[in-house]
């Protein structure tokens, strides 16, 4: 408590007059604020907080916890290097964060702690958080989102799983970049009336042309050929990375069983399994699929079914994955080769190509969701009408 100048000359005087301190209305109501504003600002006691909502960022992370009455008692910052020695002092608790960056590690530390932690799609999360959005008001949002029993948990992914998505995305990167850098070179060599059929295979013979035309500008063909350099080091990197991908998967039981599914492949695979710690967090292989974004959006109303293009909800690379395995099937149908089902011949009969593409893409996760399930093995002749939709 800090007394102002002019409080302190009042007190002083009042000694001198009277001997005795004579406290007066208003500096008891003053007194009774300042005790107020001390009880509010106090640390809560730890016995009193049963949940706790904490919005991470780079530098500060927010916490707010309430006690069993839902009270707030908690609303504190901390910076990144106090957030464990923080939570080391607490009983064990609950504690909410969203799943963005970062928040598997910091599940796995507050876990070793003896905390219980629990990770929410952010997207499920908005809804909980009130107007004027700030950091408080987030780790708020979390607090009350995570206290909902409908509320859908993200599984905690392990160290080995997080390096096991590294690899796959490190995979990703390199492509585009190679896809990026082709493009380029088709582009400058087409300056220059030189031009190449479509594919990757392609790209190595144009480069040699260049570099013995002597048409071309010497600038021209000395850029080019730094390109040509980046684009034969992305090769050999990529080609490092597939294999230590193709070694992950032989050495995976479930991705070995999952490559079994027409149209799924090794790299399907391994999507799979990387990107499904958890798969019984399902309760069926329809919420499975719809959590891929492989189902059509819902707007219905007054007893009106209306369904609308799929969702494109979830990961992106693994339904994109499910798709083109499902288009390259369909591709193969098309041409008479395979034993297709009768459900998939049907439904070409019926549906445009893509459309069936993306049917056939929610039917293979369901099974994909089935087989990580159960342990068992992929059989085609369980397949309704036939003994499988594609060789």
Same mark, same amino acid.
């Given at each position: 408590?800090? &007394?102002?100048?002019?409080?302190?000359? #009042?007190?002083?005087?009042?000694?001198?007059?009277?001997?005795?301190?004579?406290?007066?209305? %208003?500096?008891?109501?003053?007194?009774?604020?300042?005790?107020?504003?001390?009880?509010?600002?106090?640390?809560?006691?730890?016995?009193?907080?049963?949940?706790?909502?904490?919005?991470?960022?780079?530098?500060?992370?927010?916490?707010?916890? =309430?006690?069993?009455?839902?009270? !707030?008692?908690? +609303?504190?910052?901390?910076?990144?290097?106090?957030?464990?020695?923080?939570?080391?002092?607490?009983? !064990?608790? =609950?504690?909410?964060?969203?799943?963005?960056?970062?928040?598997?590690?910091?599940?796995?530390?507050?876990? *070793?702690?003896?905390?219980?932690?629990?990770?929410?799609?952010?997207?499920?999360?908005?809804?909980?958080?009130?107007? @004027?959005?700030?950091?408080?008001?987030?780790? #708020?949002?979390?607090?009350?989102?995570?206290?909902? %029993?409908?509320?859908?948990?993200?599984?905690?992914?392990?160290?080995?799983?997080?390096?096991?998505?590294?690899?796959?995305?490190?995979?990703?990167?390199?492509?585009? +970049?190679?896809?990026?850098?082709?493009?380029?070179?088709?582009?400058?060599?087409?300056?220059?009336?030189?031009?190449?059929? *479509?594919?990757?295979?392609?790209?190595?013979?144009?480069?040699?042309?260049?570099?013995?035309?002597?048409?071309?500008?010497?600038?021209?063909?000395?850029?080019?050929?730094?390109?040509?350099?980046?684009?034969?080091?992305?090769?050999?990197?990529? *080609?490092?990375?597939?294999?230590?991908?193709?070694?992950?998967?032989?050495? @995976?039981?479930?991705?070995?069983?999952?490559?079994?599914?027409?149209?799924?492949?090794?790299?399907?695979? /391994?999507?799979?399994?990387?990107? /499904?710690?958890?798969?019984?967090?399902?309760?069926?292989?329809?919420?499975?699929?719809? &959590?891929?974004?492989?189902?059509? *959006?819902?707007?219905?109303?007054?007893?009106?079914?209306?369904?609308?293009?799929?969702?494109?909800?979830?990961?992106?690379?693994? +339904?994109?994955?499910?798709?083109?395995?499902?288009?390259?099937?369909?591709?193969?149908?098309?041409?008479?080769?395979?034993?297709?089902?009768?459900?998939?011949?049907?439904?070409?009969?019926?549906?445009?190509?893509?459309?069936?593409?993306?049917?056939?893409? @929610?039917? =293979?996760?369901?099974?994909?969701?089935?087989?990580?399930?159960?342990?068992?093995?992929?059989?085609?002749?369980?397949?309704?009408?036939?003994?499988?939709?594609?060789?």
């Amino acid at each position: 408590m800090v &007394w102002t100048a002019p409080y302190g000359i #009042e007190c002083a005087r009042m000694r001198l007059l009277h001997g005795v301190m004579v406290w007066t209305a %208003p500096y008891g109501i003053e007194c009774a604020r300042m005790r107020l504003l001390q009880s509010q600002t106090r640390e809560p006691s730890v016995n009193q907080i049963i949940r706790i909502g904490m919005d991470t960022s780079k530098h500060i992370f927010q916490l707010h916890g =309430v006690d069993s009455a839902e009270r !707030p008692v908690l +609303r504190r910052k901390l910076r990144r290097s106090e957030v464990l020695a923080f939570f080391a002092k607490l009983p !064990p608790t =609950v504690i909410g964060m969203e799943a963005c960056g970062a928040a598997h590690y910091w599940a796995r530390e507050l876990r *070793k702690l003896g905390h219980e932690v629990k990770l929410m799609a952010p997207q499920h999360v908005k809804a909980y958080v009130k107007r @004027n959005k700030n950091d408080g008001r987030d780790a #708020e949002g979390l607090c009350e989102a995570m206290s909902r %029993p409908t509320m859908q948990f993200v599984p905690v992914k392990t160290e080995e799983q997080q390096a096991a998505l590294m690899l796959a995305g490190v995979r990703q990167q390199l492509i585009a +970049r190679r896809t990026q850098l082709s493009n380029a070179i088709r582009g400058y060599a087409a300056e220059f009336g030189l031009t190449t059929a *479509k594919g990757l295979d392609k790209i190595e013979p144009l480069l040699t042309r260049i570099a013995l035309d002597e048409t071309v500008p010497a600038l021209a063909r000395e850029l080019l050929a730094i390109h040509g350099q980046d684009y034969a080091r992305l090769q050999i990197e990529l *080609k490092a990375i597939e294999v230590k991908l193709m070694a992950w998967h032989r050495a @995976n039981a479930c991705s070995r069983r999952l490559a079994q599914i027409p149209g799924v492949g090794p790299i399907g695979a /391994t999507a799979l399994v990387m990107k /499904t710690p958890d798969p019984r967090a399902f309760r069926s292989g329809r919420h499975f699929a719809a &959590w891929l974004g492989l189902t059509p *959006k819902d707007h219905s109303t007054a007893g009106k079914t209306r369904l609308g293009k799929i969702t494109r909800a979830g990961d992106e690379m693994l +339904r994109s994955l499910l798709v083109a395995g499902a288009t390259a099937v369909i591709q193969q149908v098309r041409r008479g080769r395979g034993r297709p089902s009768a459900w998939l011949l049907a439904l070409l009969k019926r549906k445009p190509p893509k459309l069936a593409a993306v049917a056939l893409a @929610n039917k =293979v996760a369901r099974i994909a969701w089935k087989l990580m399930t159960t342990g068992e093995s992929y059989d085609g002749a369980r397949m309704p009408g036939a003994q499988a939709f594609a060789a």
